[in-house]
T-cell receptor, first 113, second 114 residues
Framework: GAGVSQTPSNKVTEKGKYVELRCDPISGHTALYWYRQSLGQGPEFLIYFQGTGAADDSGLPNDRFFAVRPEGSVSTLKIQRTERGDSAVYLC???????????FGPGTRLLVL | GQNIDQPTEMTATEGAIVQINCTYQ??????LFWYQQHAGEAPTFLSYNVLDGLEEKGRFSSFLSRSKGYSYLLLKELQMKDSASYLCAVMGPEAAGGSYIPTFGRGTSLIVHP
């Protein structure tokens, strides 16, 4: 079956702009995670959804970052007033339920100029 | 929180065996994952250990000792395509909202040469 998909695969934007990154999880997976990965680092947790609600957003670095999952499937990560330090690969992962193996999407490479 | 340590880089020869170690400290433990990540690609799941011992899956095996806070990933009959980063991730205690958030190490870059 289809895996986790993310769009766009690459995004170049200017400092101060707003961006939206989309994640389409594996069908039937109730748990969805967003991570950020910088070069030479492991994925860093941002936010976790169980169904439609953000069950844990403790990893969001500041209030410029926000994510939604209105229907319990597709999720959108939103970054306002982007900064150069936001440049990274943003990974989405889903799992059937919490505490099970996570399956990652290909990521969105964000570059803020 | 969790603290995870793994070597930054390792090199090995095609056909050989390599062991990638991971040590961790955590206030609660709910499993340890190994992922493989090729450059520019997403991490792909390799193994999951929650009980002590060795789990074997083809050319790859993973070992866990909870009392020592230690795991290793063993790769046998190395192939050039095994050149990748190997990420160790520890699932810690239950967090807010009933979540279980894995903490990833920085990854070990494995270079396989002919």
């Amino acid at each position: 079956g289809a895996g986790v998909s993310q769009t766009p695969s690459n995004k170049v934007t200017e400092k101060g702009k707003y961006v939206e990154l989309r994640c389409d999880p594996i069908s039937g997976h109730t748990a969805l995670y967003w991570y950020r990965q910088s070069l030479g680092q492991g994925p860093e947790f941002l936010i976790y959804f169980q169904g439609t609600g953000a069950a844990d957003d403790s990893g969001l670095p500041n209030d410029r970052f926000f994510a939604v999952r209105p229907e319990g499937s597709v999720s959108t990560l939103k970054i306002q007033r982007t900064e150069r330090g936001d440049s990274a690969v943003y990974l989405c992962a889903s799992s059937p339920t919490v505490r099970e193996t996570q399956y990652f999407g290909p990521g969105t490479r964000l570059l803020v100029l | 929180g969790q603290n995870i340590d793994q070597p930054t880089e390792m090199t090995a020869t095609e056909g050989a065996i390599v062991q990638i170690n991971c040590t961790y400290q955590t206030s609660g433990f709910n499993g340890l994952f190994w992922y493989q990540q090729h450059a520019g690609e997403a991490p792909t799941f390799l193994s999951y250990n929650v009980l002590d011992g060795l789990e074997e899956k083809g050319r790859f095996s993973s070992f866990l000792s909870r009392s020592k806070g230690y795991s290793y990933l063993l790769l046998k009959e190395l192939q050039m395509k095994d050149s990748a980063s190997y990420l160790c991730a520890v699932m810690g205690p239950e967090a807010a909202g009933g979540s279980y958030i894995p903490t990833f190490g920085r990854g070990t870059s494995l270079i396989v040469h002919p």
